[in-house]
């Protein structure tokens, strides 16, 4: 063989063996780089869908709905509003989350100081989205109120769908589809407790207390209350021609809910949730001090059912499940 084919063929070898090389470094180096990306699941959000990083490390949250759940899950918060967190939660006296305000007076500022990966907004600050938006434009901002219009038709549908949906989306963002279907299944158990305890004729009242008056829930209307009457079907003492989902009942006097006289009544302590007030009464002694409600079926035969005193504020998917087997117990007595 002459030396001129041998150095050809030598030549030859080298490049073949450093295009090997360069493939296998390139190979390596792609898939060093798929193991470093960070991990996203697509999540549908009152906007549409959005890519979210699965356990983000700087988390900011805003919806009262899921302060609970993310408490249970051990999540860490960097921010949140903290006069919206209940008192048994670890977060309201964790110093190291810096608090937003609330939602009349938020500091939306405060959450681009924190240059979070994740805002979760709902319910109270929905309608700072947008704002929220253009001040982290790098962060993840999921929007996962459960809006519930004066004329839904269906509320107590898109109650239970909304919960059930935004509890499997926070157990994807923090891998932890295994205790979301454990929250949705307590909660659909608490939901055919009801059903299968309830009479179908018994008449249900619903009413919130707060600063020592009795305030009129409507049935279908309001966040609470409201969407339990299309959950369960129940028979309610008393229907108006107008209704609010005001915060603090609408305005229908108590001789008025004491005429329809109620087998069934539900309370709302409004009160026992926010107020700071030492003398603040609670909605017990309001109702036992009420004289026109003392002759009514439900206050004679003791049918009167409270909710958890943080309702107001922690209106999770756990708060629902412990009302609803609170109702199912009483109706089942």
């Known amino acids: 063989m002459g030396k001129w084919k041998a150095a050809v063929m030598l030549t030859s070898l080298v ?23 960070p991990k996203t699941v697509e999540i ?21 709905r899921t302060f609970e759940t993310l408490s249970d899950w051990g999540i860490d918060l960097v921010a949140a509003p903290i006069g919206l967190i209940p008192a ?12 937003v305000g609330m939602h009349n007076e938020p500091n939306l500022e405060a959450i681009a100081g924190v240059d979070p990966d994740v805002v979760i907004v709902g319910q109270r600050f929905a309608d700072y989205y947008e704002d929220i938006k253009k001040l982290v434009p790098e962060a993840a901002v999921i929007n996962l109120d459960i809006e519930l219009p ?36 307590s909660f659909e158990a608490s939901i ?28 279908n209307t309001g966040r609470v209350f409201g969407p339990m009457y299309d ?13 609010t989902g005001d915060h603090q009942g609408d305005e229908v006097s108590v001789e008025a809910i004491a005429e329809s006289d109620p087998d069934w009544l539900l309370v709302l302590d409004r009160d026992a949730a926010i107020s700071s007030m030492e003398d603040a009464v609670p909605a017990a ?16 035969d003791e049918k009167i059912v409270y909710a958890p005193n943080d309702t107001y504020i922690n209106e999770s998917i ?16």
């Open 88 to 99: 048994d939660l670890p977060y309201k006296n964790d110093k190291d989350i810096v608090d």
């Open 318 to 333: 756990q708060t629902y499940s412990e009302l609803f087997n609170d109702i199912a117990a009483a109706l089942s007595k």
């Open 285 to 300: 002694d309001v109702i036992d001090n009420a004289p026109a409600l003392q002759k009514t079926k439900a206050v004679t």
């Open 150 to 185: 004066e004329d839904a038709g269906t509320p107590g549908e898109i109650l239970v769908e909304g919960f059930e949906t935004t509890t499997r989306s926070l157990g994807q963002i923090f891998e932890k589809e295994s205790e979301a279907d454990e929250l949705i299944a």
């Open 44 to 64: 549908t959000d009152a906007h549409g869908t959005i890519d979210v990083p699965v356990n983000p490390e700087k988390v900011v949250a805003l919806d009262n």
């Open 231 to 243: 959950i369960f079907d129940w028979t309610p003492a008393l229907e108006v021609a107008k209704t």
């Open 15 to 37: 490049f073949t063996l450093a295009a090997c090389g360069s493939t296998d470094e390139t190979k390596d180096a792609g898939s060093a780089e798929a193991e470093t990306a």
């Open 192 to 219: 055919d407790s009801v059903k299968t305890a309830y009479n179908g004729e018994d008449k249900v009242m619903s009413v919130i207390v707060s600063g020592g008056d009795i305030g009129f829930s409507a049935p």
